[in-house]
Structures are given as C-alpha cells and as structure tokens.
C-alpha cells in the first residue's frame, strides 16, 4: 500500500474527471457548474499492483464565491494529509490568476507537486501546454481525463513519488452512513463523532454533496463513518448535482451496515423524512432514529409525545431505537456510538436452531395460524438462513396460506426472545418437500 496523493486546482479544471477516471466509478461528482466538488473525497485506486489512496478537493479560486474560505481550509488539510499533489489545470483556459494564486501555495509546500494540463484532447494542443511552465512547478504533463490520454503516465509519476506505507484493512470495522434530508445535522454530527472538521459545516440546506468515508478507532473499536450528501424525495431530484449526490447516498447505504436517519428535532417528522429513510428500509439495514437539535427541540414538544407522534407516522420502523440529540451541544451524542455496536451485533446476530424452532413451536401453541386462502399454515422446522440482516426460512406446507399478520406476529415473538434492536427480520416460507 503507497501513501496519499491530492487532486487540487481551479474550479472546472477537471480534477473530478481525473480522480473518476483513476478510481474507475463515478465516485466523484462531474458537472459543468464551477465548484461543485466541495468536501474532500476519498478512494482506494491501483497502478501495476500498487494501491495508493487519492483525494478530491473543491476548487480554489480567488474571487468570493460561496464557500471558499471552508472550501480552502478543506484543501489545506488535504495537502497536509497528502504525500504528493496533483495540481490540475484547464489546456483550454492556460494559465489563469486563479491557477497563479495556487501555484504560490503550493510553492510553500515541501510536498512534490505534479503539474497536469487537463483537457489537451490531441497532438496540436499538446504545444499550448509550454506556457505553464511560468507558474514554476517544473514540467507540465498533458492529459485528457475526459478521454483517458495521459493517464497512464500521470499514475506512473503519482506511484514514483508515493510512500510505501502498511496496508491497514478495515474487514473488521462496523461502517455506519449518516442519512437524511439536507441541513439536520450530519455532518455537525460526524465531526463530533470523529473528533475534528473532517466535511464542511453550513447552515445552508445541502451543503454535503459528496459520500465521505472516514475510518477511525473509538476504545479499541474500529468505525468507519460515510457522511452522505442530504437527500431528497426521489420525484423532486430536478438539478443533475442534486441526483447524482442522491444515487451517492445510495451506495454510501449499501456500503453501510448500520445507517444513522438523522430527524430535525426542532421541526419535527416531515413526509420527506419517510422518504429518506425508505432508502435504508428497501436496503434492509440496521436503522437508528437519531433526533438532532433536541436542544431546540425539547423548547416546543414533550420528549414522550414526540416519541410516540413519530412512532404512529413511522409504523414500519418500530424496530429502530430511538436517540435525542444534539450536535450542537453534544447532548446524547455519547450514546450513538454504543448504540450503533449494539445494532451491529443484533444485525450479525445468529439463533441456534432447536431454540428458533422451540419460538415458533411456543408461538403456533399460544397463537395457532388462521385460516387464509382456503387452508391453514403448518409449519413443521424453521432454521435462520443467514445474518445481516438475520433471515429465517420457515418450512410450511403450502406458502400461499401464510398471511402477512401471522408473519408479523412470529417476528414479535422472536424479537421478544432475542435482542434485534434496529435489526429488520426477514421471515421466508418455503413448501415442505
């Protein structure tokens, strides 16, 4: 494993484009509109067996654009994590005073810069790249990340001057994604989580665009957090910027073993919250409840009151623990990492089978299956077919006779017997053969 490279420069100058054509996915968001890469973005990418980790960063430009001073300290700390930079500029603009302003900055590093030409699409344009060799960064390589061209010899520069460093692997660490709609909180709530400024922090509403994924270690456990980009109801994503984030999330649940739904406590449940959290529901995740800002919230709504509002519009969560919070104050905030290890052991959770079947058997005894579809439900032998999420097949005699409130109240009844807390329970039937 080699060490860190960075990805800097000017808005539009195509650092995304490289950093996706590196990786080999769309991890990073592409799009014409400057500045919209804004957090640092991390990925695992490979160069002739070598593995080495890239990260993003939002454009610098010297004019007073919406968060450029957060956009700036990002990039800073970039540069400090990174053992080499690749500063990126735009072959169709040459050398602009935005692209001056970096150079000087990166002048001040003891880090090797990389100087890339970007978007130098055929023999003719290679030429125009002489001119920056004023911005004093030595030989300028030209690429096209759009096309590929160059790619491969950027990668071979990139692994030359790269660490090798110790392969850490994170098989064993319990990965949580942070969900909701925009401005609740979650990236206030994974910088208390991790301990520093890891993504940038606004009051307005979806400033997360792109899926962070931060490893780290809490009492000698191993996490890693994805602080996703807030998503919004699947038939009002209009802005390609926006959907793209939302597809993001997506991943970032899929990834997750456990997802955090982050609720605005001082607002209270929304219509679109439901549909921010149906993501984690389809994907059948561990789920915790966590309502953020509970500071201002507990000002306008009892604590019990609010729990059980929001139990009755959530009905098919009543497997998901519940957390007040608060960012801002660290109110409750202790208590969701060890919320989110317990979710984690009930979704790895495994029954021993003669204990499974003596659930069932209890349960048929004290509840016997009704009548449905011209005929009764017998089940003769249940078994739990795997974890993550805990499935159970249930051996009947015909399927078609098992009704979906019977299906229910089994899973009550094996909740009742063991701890699933955020877990959901998958219960299949299967024809006796």
């Known amino acids: 494993m080699l060490g860190t490279v960075a990805l800097v420069g000017s808005p539009s100058s195509g650092k995304s484009t490289i950093f996706n054509r590196i990786v080999g996915e769309r991890r ?20 002739l067996t070598k593995q080495f980790t ?35 500029t735009d072959g169709k603009k040459g050398v602009t005073g935005d692209d001056k302003f970096i150079a000087r900055l990166l002048q ?24 920056f060799y004023r911005l004093g960064l030595g030989d300028p390589l030209a690429v096209s990340g759009a096309h590929g061209i160059g790619i491969g010899d950027l990668l071979d520069r990139v692994i030359s001057l790269l660490p090798e460093r110790e392969n850490i692997v994170q098989e064993d660490a319990i990965s949580f994604a942070l969900i909701g709609r925009p401005n609740v909180g979650k990236s206030s709530l994974s910088n208390r989580l ?21 490893p780290f270690e ?15 109801k699947r038939g009002k994503i209009y802005e390609s910027i926006d959907k793209y984030a939302a597809l993001r999330a997506l991943s970032a649940i899929q990834r997750a073993e456990v997802v955090l739904f982050l609720l605005d406590g001082a607002e ?9 959290v149906g993501y984690a529901v389809e994907e ?4 915790i409840i966590l309502v953020n800002k509970w500071d201002e919230g507990k000002k306008k709504f009892n ?22 919070i608060s960012a801002k104050t660290y109110e409750g905030v202790e208590k969701v990492l060890p919320m989110v290890d317990l979710c984690h052991e009930a979704f790895h959770r495994r029954i021993p089978t003669n204990l499974l079947n003596n659930i069932i058997l209890d349960a048929q005894e004290m509840n016997p299956t009704p009548d449905f579809n011209h005929g009764r439900l017998r089940i003769s032998y249940a078994s739990q077919a795997r974890t993550a999420p805990p499935t159970f097949i249930l051996f009947v005699n015909d399927p078609k006779h098992a009704h979906f409130s019977y299906t229910r109240y089994l899973e009550n009844r094996i909740r009742e017997s063991f701890d699933f807390s955020g877990t959901p329970i998958d219960i299949i039937y299967r024809a006796k053969k």
């Open 54 to 88: 890239i990260i993003d960063t939002g454009g610098i430009q010297i004019k007073d654009a919406p968060f450029q001073e957060e956009i700036r300290a990002q990039v800073e700390i970039a540069l400090e994590e990174s053992d080499a930079i690749v500063f990126v």
């Open 194 to 214: 991790l301990g520093e400024t890891r993504t940038i922090v606004s009051n307005i509403a979806g400033t997360t665009r792109d899926s962070v994924d931060t």
């Open 28 to 47: 990073s968001i592409v799009e014409e509109t400057p500045g919209v890469t804004r957090d640092r973005l991390y990925a695992h990418a490979e160069w």
């Open 284 to 287: 059948k995740k561990s789920i």
């Open 303 to 324: 604590k019990d009151e609010f729990v059980e509002n929001l139990r009755n519009q959530i009905k098919f969560l009543d497997y998901a623990p519940i957390l007040f």
């Open 218 to 232: 809490r009492d000698g456990k191993k996490y890693v957090c994805i602080d996703t980009a807030g998503l919004v």
């Open 268 to 276: 209270g449940l929304r219509e679109q919250d439901k549909h921010v």
């Open 108 to 131: 001040k590093t003891k880090k090797p810069v990389i100087l890339v030409v970007n978007k130098v699409d055929n023999i003719q344009e290679i030429a125009d790249t002489a001119e």
